[in-house]
T-cell receptor
Framework: GQSLEQPSEVTAVEGAIVQINCTYQ??????LSWYQQHDGGAPTFLSY????GLEETGRFSSFLSRSDSYGYLLLQELQMKDSASYFC????????????FGSGTRLQVQP | DSGVTQTPKHLITATGQRVTLRCSPR?????VYWYQQSLDQGLQFLIQ???????AKGNILERFSAQQFPDLHSELNLSSLELGDSALYFC??????????????FGPGTRLTVT
């Protein structure tokens, strides 16, 4: 089976940089995805890493180290609207495209 | 707006009842996934359909069933409802093939309250 661990809460100030870590255990690895979810809203796809290294998308970057079974989401120039929950996710398994989600990290951005 | 639609937005019903949740995927997406999100269980995969056929099952109870119709919309049926079934139910769809399959687009969800 799959399991993912991420911190439950992170607090940062506007304009700062924050890193949300995710460690995973999977029977087979097919990539790590990140999703954002605002309170009362739907999860929204942010980024995906299949290979080691950094993927950058605007203010958001995601990093993966397959040897360490570890990834992180980096949010720069934090804005109040970034206050949300962030989930890492892996595929359920070979031939299965459904996702197993971590329990989520609640990010609170303070002025 | 992800392009995935779900109805109804809210549903309040009593224990023992049966409800049907409806989902229309994004135009062109053949895969539909159902997820349940509750406070204590997080976001849990229930079932996936691809072009009308069941593709994968997750933590779906026997009281729950789903189907995908020829026009690709999907319905999730929940029966003999219990208080613990109260949750947000999301439908998601994904494009075909390659990296795109890792991007799932979620609908706004149906909030089910069982009283």
């Amino acid at each position: 089976g799959q399991s993912l661990e991420q911190p439950s809460e992170v607090t940062a100030v506007e304009g700062a940089i924050v890193q949300i870590n995710c460690t995973y255990q999977t029977s087979g690895f097919y990539g790590l995805s990140w999703y954002q979810q605002h309170d009362g809203g739907a999860p929204t796809f942010l980024s995906y890493n299949a290979l080691d290294g950094l993927e950058e998308t605007g203010r958001f970057s995601s990093f993966l180290s397959r040897s360490d079974s570890y990834g992180y989401l980096l949010l720069q120039e934090l804005q109040m609207k970034d206050s949300a929950s962030y989930f890492c996710a892996v595929r359920e398994g070979e031939g299965r495209r459904a996702l197993t989600f971590g329990s989520g990290t609640r990010l609170q951005v303070q002025p | 707006d992800s392009g995935v639609t779900q109805t109804p937005k809210h549903l309040i019903t009593a224990t023992g009842q049966r409800v049907t949740l409806r989902c229309s995927p994004r135009s062109g997406d053949l895969s539909v996934y159902w997820y349940q999100q509750s406070l204590d269980q997080g976001l849990q995969f229930l079932i996936q359909y691809y072009n009308g056929e069941e593709r994968a099952k997750g933590n779906i109870l026997e009281r729950f069933s789903a189907q995908q119709f020829p026009d690709l919309h999907s319905e999730l049926n929940l029966s003999s409802l219990e208080l613990g079934d109260s949750a947000l139910y999301f439908c998601a769809s994904s494009p075909r093939g390659g990296r795109a399959s890792y991007e799932q687009y979620f609908g706004p969800g149906t909030r089910l309250t069982v009283t």
